[in-house]
């Protein structure tokens, strides 16, 4: 039986609901050598997002995908706050942000260490705790990536990924770097199945997408909802991994939120954004255009349970 590893402990995959595949709770981009990095009062984080959970609980939300890793101020107490006004089963990655953001004490240290850490942090528990991490996210540069540490990061991922089951999920933005990164991967000897491609709406050639697609790799759309995205052009281009028979390698999400200790009021730069876009705007804009239950229930309940679950 495969199981979704929470903040509050494992759950079975096919007991789960709507799984939103990368959302983001709490989020500092000042990155790690910033003063005051990741860190808040939990307090003020719960009663900022703590409604932002129940808006997504009440619309049938059923699992959070949290991809602020390390390097972008993941913060396992502040999550465990969360965890405790929601029931929204909250996930917490493991692995490092691109090399612009990774920490300093790992910028020296070997694939095998990575390794180890993440594989501990899978397995055993994250930062001493007993929480474990359920997944490892990364993240590529955006026009050379992967740089020599991000290829050491990929290669560390897939040993933690082949020692746990733990999928991998990597920020990469456009095709070139995705296919660049897959080869990577592949050469390390992952099946790309356990691999999810972040932002895959970046590349605007659906051809590179599809052939993603059918090198295994999961294609997370997820910018539902943006301002910054054309919601018509993500539909179609939703629509065109459907038609092309990819429906079960197709994962949709946000990437909304988040906390932003940067500042007093708590407040991203854009504004807070909720979690409610894809039940309310994007789901019926599937159905009018002749989707089945049955394949809206594929893609936002079974695809994400078995990307993510182990
Ligand atoms: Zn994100």
């Given at each position: 039986?495969?199981?979704?590893?929470?903040?509050?402990?494992?759950?079975?995959?096919?007991?789960?609901?709507?799984?939103?595949?990368?959302?983001?709770?709490?989020?500092?981009?000042?990155?790690?050598?910033?003063?005051?990095?990741?860190?808040?009062?939990?307090?003020?984080?719960?009663?900022?997002?703590?409604?932002?959970?129940?808006?997504?609980?009440?619309?049938?939300?059923?699992?959070?995908?949290?991809?602020?890793?390390?390097?972008?101020?993941?913060?396992?107490?502040?999550?465990?706050?969360?965890?405790?006004?929601?029931?929204?089963?909250?996930?917490?990655?493991?692995?490092?942000?691109?090399?612009?953001?990774?920490?300093?004490?790992?910028?020296?240290?070997?694939?095998?260490?990575?390794?180890?850490?993440?594989?501990?942090?899978?397995?055993?528990?994250?930062?001493?705790?007993?929480?474990?991490?359920?997944?490892?996210?990364?993240?590529m540069?955006?026009?050379?990536g992967p740089?020599?540490?991000?290829?050491?990061?990929l290669?560390?991922?897939?040993?933690?990924?082949?020692?746990?089951?733990?999928?991998i999920a990597s920020?990469t933005i456009g095709g070139k770097v995705a296919m660049r990164e897959m080869d990577v991967l592949e050469q390390?000897?992952l099946d790309l199945h356990r691999f999810i491609w972040i932002h895959a709406q970046t590349e605007p050639d659906i051809s590179i997408l599809k052939e993603a697609a059918q090198r295994g790799a999961y294609i997370e759309l997820d910018?539902?909802?943006?301002?910054?995205?054309?919601?018509?052009?993500l539909?179609e281009t939703a629509l065109a991994l459907i038609a092309a028979g990819y429906t079960r390698q197709l994962l949709?999400?946000?990437?909304?939120?988040?906390?932003?200790?940067?500042?007093?009021?708590?407040?991203?730069?854009?504004?807070?954004?909720?979690?409610?876009?894809?039940?309310?705007?994007?789901?019926?804009?599937?159905?009018?255009?002749?989707?089945?239950?049955?394949?809206?229930?594929?893609?936002?309940?079974?695809n994400?349970?078995?990307a993510?679950?182990?």
């Amino acid at each position: 039986m495969k199981k979704l590893q929470t903040i509050k402990g494992s759950i079975a995959a096919d007991s789960l609901g709507l799984i939103l595949p990368h959302e983001h709770l709490f989020t500092d981009l000042r990155g790690p050598n910033a003063g005051g990095y990741a860190q808040a009062e939990a307090s003020a984080v719960v009663n900022l997002v703590g409604p932002y959970l129940a808006e997504a609980s009440a619309s049938g939300v059923t699992a959070m995908i949290e991809c602020s890793t390390v390097g972008v101020g993941r913060n396992l107490s502040i999550l465990q706050s969360l965890a405790d006004v929601t029931p929204i089963h909250l996930v917490a990655p493991t692995g490092v942000y691109r090399d612009a953001y990774i920490p300093n004490v790992l910028r020296e240290v070997s694939e095998q260490f990575l390794a180890e850490m993440w594989t501990k942090e899978l397995t055993e528990g994250i930062e001493g705790s007993s929480i474990r991490a359920g997944f490892i996210k990364l993240a590529m540069s955006d026009n050379d990536g992967p740089t020599a540490l991000e290829v050491r990061n990929l290669r560390a991922a897939v040993m933690a990924s082949q020692n746990t089951g733990a999928a991998i999920a990597s920020h990469t933005i456009g095709g070139k770097v995705a296919m660049r990164e897959m080869d990577v991967l592949e050469q390390a000897g992952l099946d790309l199945h356990r691999f999810i491609w972040i932002h895959a709406q970046t590349e605007p050639d659906i051809s590179i997408l599809k052939e993603a697609a059918q090198r295994g790799a999961y294609i997370e759309l997820d910018s539902v909802g943006a301002p910054f995205q054309s919601q018509p052009e993500l539909l179609e281009t939703a629509l065109a991994l459907i038609a092309a028979g990819y429906t079960r390698q197709l994962l949709l999400s946000h990437d909304a939120g988040w906390y932003n200790p940067a500042r007093a009021d708590g407040l991203p730069e854009e504004g807070y954004r909720g979690y409610t876009a894809l039940t309310s705007d994007f789901i019926p804009a599937l159905l009018q255009r002749g989707l089945a239950q049955e394949q809206i229930r594929l893609i936002t309940i079974n695809n994400p349970a078995d990307a993510f679950a182990f």
